[in-house]
């Protein structure tokens, strides 16, 4: 048989299509109106109302853009309850700097670039290649378990002290020319490595490339601030001041939470993955040998159990999620059931399974649980924190369907005291790495 398409096989397709005469029906209503809006089904979105049994205080939404920082903007989500209660102001009050943590990330992802480089002991391209160890270097994608390495070390600031920069709002032409810039050092690096330069010179020049990288920032995102002095209202219009604070004295003062007591849960149905086990990202973090991303793999519903007991304790909740099929943004339904695809294009959608190991899903974009109605028990719905303003969607919040969390929520982190001691047992266990173009 002919491997390439003939003509005769096409006028085959053009009659049998042709012979139904559902089929121009419609076509011309997608053609003419989208295909969204001729799939969507009026019965999801009518069901999935905005009502929460279990929901945590309105907040203000922040606006990413086209920054990419969407991972930042989670964990500042899941923290700014707690440090507003301490404060004892309303959270709606408190915005806390994303461009701080954004800084510090990308000095201390360059740090670990150079550090993953000088430890090399295989300094041929191919090698570096096939181990993907520059694929995402610099990236301004992100993880939480990056977002508490930055916190623990440099702490925070209100967003009043370090706000957001024409550029810190749009991640392209930042990350173009900082990746560039990295990657030069490095060919210096491997370049030094050939002639069997010492590991003190090696570290030396890495030292001159984080200086040149501190004053490149700098120049772009503006350069943090390391004092300054905090004055605000309460909740009862009281005047409070706190003089000289560092970033990290406001961390330790008013942000009670311990991020390093969050566990890494992940729902990684795949053909090299097993339940129970621990994976672990290679080469991947920001705060050297300080920021391994890890995910203990466990069934959905252990995540789903975890995260309602940590929401009903008033608690957000992290989460990675793949966000880019039945989503709907005009209503803010995720809802695996929103668009009729099996009845119109007579299309089968791949399980969870198959995606994941087809790499057609991926984590790819960081929201935060804030809400969860529940029904004897179970959930039904969940409310979810964008970072998109509050323009689209139910003033920038997601309704997303239970049957959503279970296809496409793919990350989430939980309090270690939500868990059981078989589950934080698992933890001690030596991770088993996987590769950066995973889906993890």
Known sequence: MDKQIS??????FHKHYNENNTNKIIENAITKNGLENVCINRQIVMENQPIFNIELPESKRYDQKENWKCWIYAGINVIKHNIAQNLNINVMDLELSD?????FDKLEKSNHAYENIIALENTDLDYIHQEKILTECVTEAGYWLLFVAIV????IVPKCFMPDT???MNHKKIERIYTEKVKKDIACLLKMKDEKQSIQVLENKKQEFLQENYELLSKILGEPIFSFDYEYKDKERKYRSYKNLT????ANQFLTLNLDDFVSLGNMPMYNKSYDKKYVKKYFGNVHEKSQVYYLNLPINVL???VIQQLKDGIPVWMGVYIRKFENEETGILDTRLYNYKETLK????TKEEALNLRDIEIHHAMTFCGVHLVEDKAVRWKVEDSYGEKEKVNGYYIM???????????VMVHKRYLTKETLELLKQAPIQFELDEPF
């Open 401 to 411: 369907n239970d049957n959503f969390f279970d296809e496409f929520v793919l990350n």
């Open 99 to 103: 461009n701080y943590i954004a800084f």
């Open 7 to 12: 003509y005769e096989q096409i006028e085959r």
């Open 304 to 306: 789903k159990e975890a």
């Open 247 to 250: 970033p990290i004295e406001f």
């Open 166 to 168: 024409i550029e810190s």
């Open 152 to 155: 623990n070390k440099y702490g």
């Open 347 to 350: 299309l089968k959608c791949l």
